[in-house]
């Protein structure tokens, strides 16, 4: 190989983007995500709360064919919500680690970004059901947020839009 020559065969590669990866606590279910996220939120909502046992959670939102099980299969426990709804989370059944949820809709995936194995490759686009919020949480002022839910057409990159209507057929 000469010296204007790199890896790929031409004097300039571009770089390559890496998988993000993660799993559960027990390392029995292992995932990659193939692409970026549609869309980072932040949800202060109660139920979000209860179900983390924490202040909030940070979900990526996701295609679910962009999301490749290559370890352990998680199980689906149906959740319900405040609205009378339910949400599927999906558990790893050895150490019950939620890994993602839908809602819904099947086609897309909200992967728990306490699961990657590098958590601060993420940050979230959003905050959402801030009404809820404890009161201890400080926001960051440089990311919407919303005391209920937003319109995803006015706030969601053309791309990702693009995206999420792909996956669901639209």
Known sequence: MSASESACGYEYCPPVAVA????????????????EPMFVHCCHCLNCQRQTGS?????????????????????????????????????????????????????????????????SSVAPDVHIFTRSKLPWVTLPESTPAFDLYYDSKTLWPAESLQRLDAALGR
């Open 55 to 119: 202040a909030f959670v940070i979900n990526l939102l996701l295609e679910a064919d962009r999301m490749e099980l290559f370890a352990g299969e998680p199980q689906p426990v149906d959740v319900p919500r405040d609205d009378g709804s339910t949400q599927r989370i999906y558990r790893c059944p050895t150490c019950q680690v939620a890994v993602y949820s839908e809602y819904g809709r099947p086609a897309v995936r909200f992967v728990r970004a306490g699961t990657l194995d590098e958590p």
């Open 20 to 35: 993000r990866e993660g799993g559960c606590s027990c390392g029995a279910v292992r995932y990659r995500l193939t692409s």
